[in-house]
């Protein structure tokens, strides 16, 4: 079992709608989480970090952590043909000194 | 945040030949790290590096091949040495900063 895991997509939604993207991990002791987006040819950039159970925004970007079921959640409202990418999960473990990539979800957003 | 410059953006080299990618941030930063992302996949960490130190390369990844260097708070490169095919990808430095990990812009290296 991978310690970070996605679902590779691609995941298709129309312009407008919400994009759910999902990440699970298997340290349960993981105490910091990250939502990165990567555009083609290019390298990732930070959207979210969350490090408390519940969900934090930041304009049309929702992340949701659930620690209890290990599982954290990036919500776009109003996604935009722009929002295509592949999107990483990223978890820090317990310790602090590893910081492990899932395999990413690419997302497409359709006009 | 950081600013972090690396280059070359992007080469293509010969078979057996090595090539050197440096990286520059635009602050002092403790840790410098280097991924590999090969086509269509996802971050692999190749190695951490700290100033005044050897790298400490992850399971999969020998000096030999991938030596680093280190010589101040700001600057790393990266050696990717005896180039074959299959070491087509995109290499990455990355740094962190308050807990949060920033990536260059990446090299993108092919290798005939």
């Known amino acids: 079992q991978k310690e970070v895991e996605q679902n590779s997509g691609p995941l298709s939604v129309p312009e407008g709608a919400i994009a759910s993207l999902n990440c699970t991990y298997s340290?349960?002791?993981?105490?910091?989480f990250f939502w990165y987006r990567q555009y083609s040819g290019k390298s990732p950039e930070l959207i979210m970090f969350?490090?408390?159970?519940g969900d934090k925004e930041d304009g049309r970007f929702t992340a949701q952590l659930n620690k209890a079921s290990q599982y954290v959640s990036l919500l776009i409202r109003d996604s935009q043909p722009s929002d295509s990418a592949t999107y990483l999960c990223?978890?820090?473990?317990?310790?602090?000194?590893?910081?492990?990539f899932g395999g990413g979800t690419r997302l497409m957003v359709k006009p | 945040s950081a600013v972090i410059s690396q280059k070359p953006s992007r080469d293509i080299c010969q078979r057996g030949t090595s090539l050197t990618i440096q990286c520059q941030v635009d602050?002092?930063?403790?840790?410098m790290f280097w991924y590999r992302q090969q086509p269509g996949q996802s971050l692999t960490l190749i190695a951490t590096?700290?100033?005044?130190?050897?790298?400490?390369?992850e399971s999969g990844f020998v000096i030999d091949k991938f030596p680093i260097s280190r010589p101040n708070l700001t600057f790393s490169t990266l050696t990717v040495s005896n180039m074959s095919p299959e070491d087509s990808s995109i290499y990455l430095c990355?740094?962190?900063?308050?807990?949060?990990?920033?990536f260059g812009s990446g090299t993108q290296l092919s290798v005939l």
């Open positions: 990355s740094v962190e900063v308050t807990g949060i990990r920033f």
């Open positions: 340290d349960r002791g993981s105490q910091s």
């Open positions: 969350i490090y408390s159970n």
């Open positions: 990223a978890v820090r473990n317990n310790a602090g000194n590893m910081l492990t």
């Open positions: 602050s002092q930063v403790t840790m």
């Open positions: 590096a700290n100033q005044g130190s050897e790298a400490t390369y």
